[in-house]
Nanobody, 122 residues
Framework: QVRLVESGGGLVQAGDSLRLSCAAS????????MGWFRQAPGKEREFVAA???????????DYADSVKGRFTISRDNAKNILYLQMNSLKPEDTAVYYC????????????WGQGTQVTVSS
């Protein structure tokens, strides 16, 4: 069991930057696939970015096309923190952002944070 707590959201203007953090507790998550998802009002939750581990201390990053080139996912395994650096924010990025964890043997994300609100004004 891993507890995930997001922080760093807020109200910004288009073109601004934010860095979201996801603090994990309970155990180290170096071998977990970690992801960021977001959900706007009236819409389903959508994938934003993820890091997967290949079992040889190598991480691979995946991004939704809508954020590619603007967002960067990273982690600090020593501190058990996952980050999402968001640059060149757009109004359509407005959503509640969730951190999620997927165990190496799991076929879906089964640990979720409470979410942090990101609002981007025009």
């Amino acid at each position: 069991q891993v507890r995930l707590v997001e922080s760093g959201g807020g109200l910004v203007q288009a073109g601004d930057s934010l860095r979201l953090s996801c603090a994990a507790s309970g155990r180290t998550f170096s071998s977990y696939t970690m992801g960021w998802f977001r959900q706007a009002p009236g819409k389903e939750r959508e994938f934003v970015a993820a890091q997967r581990w290949n079992g040889r201390n190598i991480y691979y990053a995946d991004y939704a096309d809508s954020v590619k080139g603007r967002f960067t996912i990273s982690r600090d395994n020593a501190k058990n923190i996952l980050y999402l650096q968001m640059n060149s924010l757009k109004p359509e990025d407005t959503a509640v952002y969730y951190c999620a964890a997927r165990m190496p043997t799991a076929d879906e994300y089964d640990n979720w944070g409470q979410g942090t609100q990101v609002t981007v004004s025009s």
